[in-house]
């Protein structure tokens, strides 16, 4: 069974930083592209970044970049989201994808990520 | 700040047929990308539902269909059920943002 389980968020003060990370099983997982996708609560789904399937490419939304970086590990099937200078806008539950033809299939369970004082 | 635009909320009887709407521009829908679209359940995450403009992944009903054309695309839910209930998203790519987008999504409520 394809299966996307993420772990690492939590409550964290503005400025602070988390790693997440996103373990995969079930299939090949250096053959595919992988994305973060986050969702504010009562809000709508925004794509965060994505890193392709040897980690040597990496791209991100604006409003992270300079701040999160994506990466890969592929001997542990595990993709990661640093998050860095943390904002209170960057509170939301971050979901890990797996990418096809443009496509997101599966999605993790999400993990949430709330920046407060 | 999404760039493709959904109606925020959709209703319908059941076994009624409703559509929803996914409206982009010439940098994403236009410029030929693909539309998927997502059905994300109340607290679950998103799950694919049409992919590729009208594909259906194994298992999802064929009361689920998918279109586009020009710079739109339009999900179908035809013989609308209860457990239908559910907000909706799509997806592309913009050429402008270099990334994918999603759309505002719309929630669809069975009455």
């Known amino acids: 069974e394809v299966q996307l389980v993420e772990s690492g968020g939590g409550l964290v003060q503005p400025g602070g930083s988390l790693r997440l990370s996103c373990a995969a099983s079930g299939f090949p997982f250096s053959s595919y592209w992988m994305h973060w996708v986050r969702q504010a609560p009562g809000k709508g789904l925004v794509w965060v970044s994505r890193v392709n399937s040897d980690g040597s490419s990496t791209n991100y939304a604006d409003s992270v970049k300079g701040r999160f970086t994506i990466s890969r590990d592929n001997a542990k099937n595990t993709l990661y989201l640093q998050m860095n200078s943390l904002r209170a806008e960057d509170t939301a539950v971050y979901y890990c994808t797996r990418a096809g033809s443009g496509l997101f299939d599966p999605w993790g369970q999400g993990t949430l990520v709330t920046v407060s004082s | 700040q999404s760039v493709l635009t959904q109606p925020p909320s959709v209703s319908g009887a059941p076994g009624q047929r409703v559509t929803i709407s996914c409206t982009g521009s010439s940098s994403n829908i236009g410029a030929g990308y693909a539309v998927h679209w997502y059905q994300q359940l109340p607290g679950t995450a998103p799950k694919l539902l049409i992919y590729?403009?009208?594909d259906r992944p194994s298992g999802v009903p064929d009361r689920f269909s998918g279109s586009k054309s020009g710079t739109s695309a339009s999900l179908a839910i035809t013989g609308l059920q209860a457990e239908d209930e559910a907000d909706y998203y799509c997806?592309?790519?913009?050429?402008?943002?270099?990334?994918?987008?999603f759309g505002t999504g719309t929630k669809v409520t069975v009455l």
């Open positions: 590729a403009n009208s």
């Open positions: 997806q592309s790519y913009d050429s402008s943002l270099s990334g994918e987008v």
